[in-house]
């Protein structure tokens, strides 16, 4: 067992939640027993927040893994554990919300989610299958979908809610209309992609801010080596005795964002929680926002077409930077 005790943000839901999650989210993804393994690994060495999502495939390892960590004690009961899950866009629409909470929480084998996000502002038809979005995009409801939401969290089911890869324009015309605020906003965020303006917005409207792709994993189809093969964040690793990765999570750990990392290794899952008993000196912080060039891993190209709600990569995002 782990004694690392992992700091908590309180949201504006009134709910705790770790500041550094385990991501659910692989491009080749494990057979179930091996990623249920993996999970209660991570239980193991510390980790009390998990984040999924229903086009993961993990929701079910993951359930497995709660269930079999409490039968074994290695947590008192299931309010020592943070779940995160995410509405797919398939059922990003008012009327499908409700289903498919349900049906995750079926595969989670679990009562409630302690954090529901829109996983993206994006509907797609019922049904489609793959990344392949050509002719499949829908306009995308927000004032209904977010109403939805809202009844999840009024009955209980999920104890949070918010969204992800929401720009500043987006989160604004959501909070015209919301009467529950979104408690996070989970989004690509590294030393690579600072996300300062959106940070400085959710900061003044109370919504936490959550990072994806913290070392901006360099996938098949999207992120960039720019974290990782940083000699900024080496240079600063050497002088502190610290791996990259650490320097890279520390960063995001001091802007006050929580991480949701994503190894399932299980010594690199010890090596990411040990972020927490030093910092990086003025000085660092200086270099690493001046001195690392910016640009988003993961654009979004997927869900852009002349025929479709976004046209453009700018009308995605809306200019954020």
Known sequence: MSNVMVPEVVLNSGMRMPLIGMGGATSNLPPPDVLTSIFLDAIEVGYRHFDTAACYGSEEALGRAVAKALDRGLVKNRSNIFITTKLWCTDAHPGLVLPALKKSLQKLGLEYVDLYLIHWPVRLKEGTEGFDFKGKMLPFDMKGTWEAMEECAKIGLAKSIGVS?????????????????????????????????????????????SAWSPLSANGASWGTSVVVESPVLKEIAIAKGKTVAQVALRWIHEQGVSVIVKSFNKERMKENLLILDWGLSHEDLDKIKLQIPQKRGSPGHMFVFEDGPYKSLDELWDGDY
């Open 165 to 209: 890869n929401f720009s500043t324009k987006k989160l604004s015309q959501l909070l015209t209309h919301a009467t529950i605020p979104p408690a996070v906003n989970q989004v690509e965020m590294n030393v690579g992609w600072q996300q300062e303006k959106l940070r400085a917005y959710c900061r003044e409207k109370g919504i936490h801010v």
